[in-house]
C-alpha cells in the first residue's frame, strides 16, 4: 500500500522560508508523478507544483507551477530518499494552508482528482 507522509510545516513570518519534504512508501517512487496542493479554510483545493516521472531519455523531470507561486516556489525529487521537496521562499500571509503532497502513475497534472495517493497534509502559517 502506497503511504505519503509530509512534514516541515510550520509558522513562518512573511518573507521567510520553509522547506516541505514527503515521503512516499509501498511503491515505486520513480514510477510517481509527484504534486503538491494547498487548502486555505474555506477555499478548494489548490494546485501549488508539479514534477513528472523520470524521464528516461534525459533524466530530468518536467516541473510546472501556477503564477501565483512561480520563482518563490520550488519542487524537487530525492529519489534515492523517495521524497519530493518544496521548497518555498518569499512567503506571504495568502500561502497559509494546509499542503498536501499528491502520487499518481500517470503524467504530472494540475487537477488533484487525477491523483491516486495522498498524505494527510501538513500546516503552513505566514504571519507575523
Known amino acids: 500500500q502506497v503511504q505519503l507522509v509530509e512534514s516541515g510545516g510550520g509558522l513562518v513570518q512573511p518573507g521567510g522560508s520553509l522547506r516541505l519534504s514527503c515521503v512516499v512508501s509501498?511503491?515505486?517512487?520513480?514510477?510517481?508523478?509527484m504534486a503538491w496542493f494547498r487548502q486555505a479554510p474555506g477555499k478548494e483545493r489548490e494546485f501549488v507544483a508539479s514534477?513528472?516521472?523520470?524521464?528516461?531519455?534525459?533524466?530530468?523531470?518536467?516541473?510546472y507551477y501556477p503564477d501565483s507561486v512561480k520563482g518563490r516556489f520550488a519542487i524537487s525529487k530525492l529519489n534515492t530518499k523517495n521524497t519530493v521537496v518544496l521548497q518555498m521562499n518569499s512567503l506571504r500571509p495568502e500561502d497559509t494552508a494546509l499542503y498536501y503532497c499528491?502520487?499518481?502513475?500517470?503524467?504530472?497534472?494540475?487537477?488533484?482528482?487525477?491523483?491516486?495517493?495522498w498524505g494527510q497534509g501538513t500546516q503552513v502559517t505566514v504571519s507575523s
Open positions: 499528491a502520487a499518481r502513475r500517470g503524467p504530472a497534472t494540475i487537477q488533484s482528482g487525477l491523483y491516486e495517493y
Open positions: 509501498g511503491g515505486t517512487f520513480s514510477s510517481y508523478s
Open positions: 514534477i513528472s516521472r523520470i524521464d528516461l531519455n534525459s533524466g530530468d523531470p518536467d516541473t
